[in-house]
C-alpha cells in the first residue's frame, strides 16, 4: 500500500502524540500496521525512550527486517542493552492463564515484571517506556472479547504504578458482525486516543476528509437502516415461532383429546359388549329356561285323554308357539354375544353366524378363509366379528343385493376380513368428503362408526368401496398382537 504524505506526517507524528495514553489502532492490512509499527519503535528509539514489543513472533520479524535498512537504528544492540524488550504475545498469553482461563493476577504480575525490568533500562530524564501491545487482538480473535476488553482495563490499571505508553491494534476484519458493536464501543472507551484504519488516515486534506466522514456517515445510515429490518424481521420470525409453537401445543391438546375419546369409546365398546354378554345370558339362562319349562307344561297337559279336542288343539298351538318363542331368544341370545366366538374361534362363529342369517334373510352366503389362520386374540375375533355383524346387517336392510360373499384371509402380518356384495352401492357423494379419511363412518350411521373405533383401537383400519355393481367393507387388523394400542 503507497502511503500519502498526510499519513506519512500522522505515522511520523505517532510517538510524541501519545506520551503517558493509551492508543489504538485499527487497520486493515498488515503491511499498514507495520508501517506504524516501525514508526513507533523508532521515534521511542530515537527519543532514548525504553520500548516493549508485545508482539506475535511474525510481526517482530518482520519488524526486525524493517528496522534493519535503517542506518539509525542498530536494533541489535538495543536489545543486548536490554533497551529494546522483544516479548512473545502468544507465550505471554499462557503465562497469563490458570487451567486455561485468563487470570487478572497472573496478568498484573507478569506484565509488571516486564514493565519493571524496562525501566531499569531508562538512562536519562524526560524518558519513559514504550509499549506496543498485540495481546488484546490475539484474544479478540479467539472469541474471547470479555478477556480482551478486561486486559485494556488491566493496562490502564499498571499505568498508575508504571509510567508507560502503550499503542495497542486490532485488525478491522475481526469486528464484522452486529454482535460486536457493544464490545467495540467498550474498547474504545478504554483508550485516550482512537485512530481509525488506513483508508481514513491515508486521506490527504481537509476536504478529503469531510468527504470521508460523508461516506462513513452514509454507510453507517444504510447499516442502521439493515439492522432496523433485521431486527424487524427477527421479532417477526420470533412472533411466527411462537405461533407455531402455540399451534402445536394446541395441536397437542386436540391429539389428547382424541386419544381421551378414543378410550372413552373403547371403553364403552367394551361396555357394551359386556352389557350384550349379559343380557344374553338372561335371555338364555332365565327367559329361556322358563319358556322351556313352559313347553313342557303345555306338552303335559296335550297328552292327557280326557281333554276336548279343540282344547287339545289350542295346546299344541301354544306349545309351537312357545317352541318358536325359544329359538328366538335362543338366537338372539347366541347374537347378543355368541358363546361359540369364545369356544370355538371365529371361523366356526362365522360359519354359524352366517347360516342363521341366510335362513332369516333369504340371502345366499358364500364364506371363503384361510387355511393357515389360527385363534385369534379375543378382542381381534370380537372386533371382526361385529363388523361381520353390522355390515351383513347394513346388506340386509339397504343394498337389496341376493348374495354376499364374505373372506378371512391372512396378508403379510395382517388378517383381513371382506363383506362383499352386488347390490345397489353406496352415492358417491356420501363417500367424498373432501378427502377426509373415514369421515364417511359418521354420515353412514353408528353402526359404522362403532366399527371404526373398535378396528382403529387395535391398530388396523376400515375402508368402504362402492361402486355401481355393489359395495365392499374391509377391516384389516395387525395380527402381531404385542404392536395392539391397550385399553385405559
Request: proline share 4%; with cysteine; charged share 25%.
Amino acid at each position: 500500500m503507497e502511503l500519502t504524505p498526510q499519513l506519512n506526517a500522522t505515522l511520523a507524528e505517532l510517538p510524541s502524540r501519545i506520551p503517558e495514553g493509551h492508543t489504538v489502532q485499527f487497520y486493515a492490512d498488515d503491511r499498514f500496521l507495520l508501517d506504524v509499527l516501525t514508526r513507533f519503535v523508532s521515534g521511542a528509539i530515537a527519543v532514548g525512550d525504553a520500548t516493549v514489543i508485545l508482539a506475535t513472533p511474525s510481526h517482530q520479524q518482520e519488524l526486525a527486517d524493517r528496522l534493519r535498512d535503517d542506518e539509525k537504528i542498530d536494533l541489535a544492540s538495543q536489545v543486548k542493552n536490554g533497551r529494546v524488550l522483544l516479548v512473545d504475545a502468544c507465550e505471554i498469553l499462557s503465562q497469563v492463564a490458570v487451567d486455561g482461563t485468563f487470570n487478572p493476577e497472573k496478568f498484573t504480575a507478569v506484565i509488571g515484571s516486564v514493565l519493571a525490568q524496562a525501566q531499569k533500562a531508562i538512562v536519562g530524564k524526560n524518558v519513559q517506556v514504550a509499549v506496543f501491545g498485540e495481546l488484546v487482538a490475539l484474544l479478540w480473535a479467539q472469541g474471547r472479547v470479555d478477556e480482551a476488553v478486561q486486559v485494556e482495563k488491566l493496562w490502564n490499571e499498571l499505568s498508575r504504578v508504571y509510567p508507560f505508553y502503550l499503542l495497542c491494534a486490532y485488525p478491522l476484519a475481526g469486528f464484522n458482525r452486529e454482535a460486536h458493536i457493544d464490545p467495540f464501543l467498550k474498547i474504545c472507551s478504554q483508550h485516550s486516543q482512537v485512530v481509525p484504519g488506513e483508508t481514513y488516515s491515508g486521506l490527504d486534506g481537509r476536504e478529503e476528509h469531510l468527504r470521508g466522514i460523508a461516506q462513513l456517515e452514509q454507510k453507517a445510515r444504510v447499516l442502521e437502516t439493515e439492522l432496523i429490518l433485521r431486527q424487524s424481521l427477527m421479532q417477526t420470525q420470533e412472533a411466527l415461532r411462537r405461533e407455531i409453537l402455540e399451534r402445536r401445543k394446541a395441536e397437542e391438546r386436540l391429539r389428547s383429546s382424541e386419544k381421551s375419546l378414543r378410550r372413552l369409546s373403547l371403553h364403552l365398546l367394551r361396555t357394551q359388549d359386556e352389557e350384550r354378554r349379559r343380557i344374553g345370558r338372561d335371555l338364555h339362562d332365565s327367559l329361556g329356561q322358563a319358556l322351556a319349562v313352559l313347553k313342557m307344561k303345555l306338552d303335559s297337559f296335550g297328552l292327557l285323554s280326557q281333554l276336548p279336542p279343540e282344547v287339545a288343539t289350542e295346546i299344541a298351538q301354544c306349545s309351537g308357539l312357545v317352541e318358536d318363542s325359544i329359538r328366538e331368544v335362543r338366537t338372539l341370545s347366541y347374537l347378543l354375544y355368541p358363546p361359540m366366538l369364545e369356544e370355538m374361534g371365529l371361523k366356526s362363529a362365522i360359519v354359524w353366524y352366517l347360516d342363521g342369517f341366510a335362513a332369516r334373510s333369504g340371502i345366499v352366503t358364500t364364506f371363503e378363509v384361510d387355511p393357515r389362520l389360527g385363534r385369534l386374540p379375543r378382542e381381534v375375533e370380537l372386533a371382526l366379528f361385529r363388523v361381520l355383524q353390522e355390515s351383513l346387517t347394513n346388506v340386509h336392510r339397504h343394498s337389496g343385493s341376493k348374495t354376499a360373499h364374505i373372506s378371512l384371509m391372512a396378508r403379510e402380518g395382517y388378517v383381513v376380513l371382506k363383506i362383499e356384495d352386488n347390490g345397489t352401492g353406496i352415492q358417491p357423494e356420501v363417500l367424498d368428503q373432501s378427502g377426509q379419511e373415514q369421515d364417511w363412518t359418521g354420515t353412514l350411521g353408528v353402526g359404522l362408526r362403532g366399527m371404526n373405533e373398535r378396528i382403529q383401537q387395535l391398530g388396523g383400519t376400515l375402508g368402504l368401496t362402492s361402486t355401481a355393481n355393489g359395495a365392499t367393507v374391509s377391516a384389516v387388523v395387525p395380527l402381531n398382537v404385542a404392536s395392539m394400542p391397550q385399553s385405559a
